[in-house]
């Protein structure tokens, strides 16, 4: 092997050992963290600073997610994660307490005006949820359009 050869494959390995170190890198739990600002009646986060709504979250299964809320409106909010099909089965009820949902990953955060609160879990199973505010005062805040997509991929 001559040395133009022989620098050629070092070049292939290094390259190809990158390759793989950030397949094995972006494939990985990581720990990911969301800031939001609960209005009337919206998530303000990062790329979102709409009326109604909130910035799709997108997480891995697996992934360590933090989630930072400051309650920045004049009443109590709430940040709930939940199934999407339960989500849309509370709307429809038009907030009926009893039937209030079971928050997945044991995500649960209740903000009065002024307070900062921060959860942190583990997003176990992949799949399509929401993340919204069940509270009535006396309209169900998610039916005025206060949730958004949180999004647990493979
Ligand atoms: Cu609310």
Same mark, same amino acid.
């Given at each position: 092997?001559?040395?133009?050869?022989?620098?050629?494959?070092?070049?292939?390995?290094? %390259?190809?050992?990158?390759?793989?170190?950030?397949?094995?890198?972006?494939?990985?739990?990581?720990?990911?963290?969301?800031?939001?600002?609960?209005? &009337?009646?919206?998530?303000?986060?990062?790329?979102?600073?709409?009326?109604?709504?909130?910035?799709?979250?997108?997480?891995?299964?697996?992934?360590?997610? $933090?989630? %930072?809320?400051?309650?920045?409106?004049?009443?109590?909010?709430?940040?709930?994660?939940? &199934?999407?099909?339960?989500?849309?089965?509370?709307? %429809?009820?038009?907030?009926?307490?009893?039937?209030?949902?079971?928050?997945?990953?044991?995500?649960?955060? &209740?903000?009065?005006? +002024?307070?900062?609160?921060?959860?942190?879990? $583990?997003? +176990?199973?992949? +799949? &399509?949820?929401?993340?919204?505010?069940?509270?009535?005062?006396?309209?169900?805040?998610?039916?005025? +359009?206060?949730?958004?997509?949180?999004?647990?991929?493979?």
């Amino acid at each position: 092997m001559n040395r133009t050869t022989l620098i050629g494959v070092v070049i292939v390995i290094v %390259a190809a050992a990158g390759v793989i170190g950030y397949l094995v890198y972006a494939s990985s739990p990581q720990g990911k963290r969301f800031s939001l600002e609960a209005r &009337e009646f919206a998530f303000i986060g990062e790329g979102f600073s709409g009326a109604t709504g909130g910035p799709t979250l997108r997480v891995k299964a697996g992934d360590t997610v $933090t989630v %930072a809320v400051t309650n920045r409106g004049g009443i109590a909010h709430e940040l709930m994660i939940v &199934e999407k099909q339960e989500h849309e089965e509370m709307v %429809a009820k038009k907030g009926d307490m009893e039937a209030h949902p079971n928050p997945a990953f044991g995500s649960m955060i &209740e903000l009065d005006p +002024g307070q900062s609160k921060t959860i942190t879990f $583990t997003a +176990g199973t992949p +799949g &399509e949820f929401v993340y919204a505010c069940y509270e009535e005062t006396p309209q169900l805040h998610a039916g005025l +359009g206060m949730f958004s997509r949180f999004i647990v991929e493979r």
